[in-house]
Structures are given as structure tokens and as C-alpha cells.
């Protein structure tokens, strides 16, 4: 086992206990991520549902059999790649998180999980995760295309819940999946080149450098 990998599992044990912000209250099981610590490709969610609650795991409800076609439709399967979410305990009747909970949740955890893997592209599924990356941004507007933040590929996508139900929804991620061997070869070629201050295309780069 590698260091990064035996720092995962420390870090998933302190979020299975995590108190820091009011989601612990009502969550049965925090829900870590998971996937291998040497993942190319990181997916982040938004938070844990109803079956991720029961479970501890990411995306294992309807959306994330849906998930699970996506990676498929991109040859890729789900042990390939590493999935978390923004924030790790599921909010009260599916409520949207609070700021300070996706604030407290990503400082702690997300952005460390983010520095231990090192993925060369990560995709967020949402428009929570998105913000991250792109604050100022419409899902509806930039899904599926990639831009270089920090040294790294990061994908906005539709998340699969809200494509479930949308036909036009799913016709687009379903798209955008697709195009995922083509990111990560991008990615793969890019990293092989000297970095340029230039790659960075967004005004959140430099806040998010350090990832």
C-alpha cells in the first residue's frame, strides 16, 4: 500500500466521524469517496442521497448506475477512477448544502483528497462541484468543456440525477462522456509538455494552483 493510498484511508476514517458542521446530525453513514489513489480521472459530486446515506459509498443509487453506463460508454469502469462528493453527509431531506458546509467539507476534506490523487482531469458533476472551479459559471453553458486549472484538465458536466429525469438532460452528459478518452489524452499530452502560465484559463487557477 502506498502512502497516498494509507492517507485516503485515514482520511476516510476521520470523515466517518467528522463533526465539524451540522450534516453529521442527521447522517446514518458519511460517504468518503472512494476509488485508487493513483487515479487519473477524479469525478466530484455534490453530496450523499438516500441509498449513498445507507451505504457509506458514492453514487449508488439510480443516478450512479447511470454513472456507471457513462464510464462505460467512455471505456472507462468505476474501480478506475476515484468518485467523492463536496460535501460528505447527506442534507436533510435533500436540502441544497449551506456555504459554510460545502466551505468546511472541502477545506478539510475534498481539497486534500484532491492533493493526494493528483488526477490529470476531474470532472464535476453539478453545479456545486462545478463552482469550485467555476463560480461565476452556467452549467448549461459550459458543460463539457474542459479548461487547464492548477496543472490540471477539469470538466464541468451535467450531473447525472438532474439527466435522469431530461431527456435533453441525458442526451447531453451522455455526449460529454463520451468525449472523456479524448480529455484524457489531452490531459496525458499535456502533461508531458512544459508548463505555461499561460495553460491556466480560468480566474479561479490561481486560488486552486495548489491542488
Not at 49 to 68: A, I, K, M, T
Not at 127 to 150: D, W
Request: hydrophobic share 35%; with cysteine.
Amino acid at each position: 500500500m502506498t502512502s497516498e493510498q494509507e492517507t485516503l484511508q485515514t482520511l476516510a476514517a476521520q470523515i466517518s466521524q467528522c463533526t465539524l458542521c451540522a450534516l453529521h446530525q442527521g447522517r446514518i453513514r458519511a460517504v468518503p469517496g472512494e476509488g485508487p489513489a493513483d487515479a487519473e480521472l477524479m469525478l466530484i459530486g455534490e453530496g450523499p442521497g438516500y441509498h449513498e446515506n445507507r451505504q457509506g459509498r458514492p453514487f449508488v443509487g439510480p443516478s450512479g448506475q447511470f454513472l456507471d453506463e457513462l464510464l462505460a460508454t467512455a471505456r472507462l469502469r468505476r474501480q478506475d477512477v476515484f468518485i467523492a462528493n463536496v460535501v460528505k453527509c447527506r442534507p436533510p431531506d435533500n436540502r441544497d448544502p449551506l456555504p459554510n458546509e460545502v466551505d468546511t467539507c472541502t477545506s478539510t476534506y475534498l481539497h486534500k483528497q484532491i492533493e493526494l490523487i493528483d488526477p490529470k482531469v476531474i470532472v464535476t458533476l453539478g453545479r456545486y462541484s462545478m463552482a469550485l472551479f467555476f463560480p461565476k459559471e452556467k452549467i448549461s453553458k459550459i458543460h463539457g468543456q474542459p479548461r487547464r486549472i492548477g496543472g490540471r484538465l477539469i470538466v464541468p458536466m451535467i450531473h447525472p440525477a438532474a439527466a435522469l429525469h431530461q431527456p435533453k438532460n441525458r442526451a447531453l452528459i451522455e455526449e460529454d462522456f463520451r468525449r472523456l478518452p479524448e480529455f484524457l489524452a489531452r490531459a496525458e499530452h499535456a502533461a508531458s509538455q512544459p508548463e505555461s502560465p499561460a495553460d491556466d484559463e480560468s480566474p479561479a487557477a490561481e486560488q486552486l494552483s495548489m491542488f
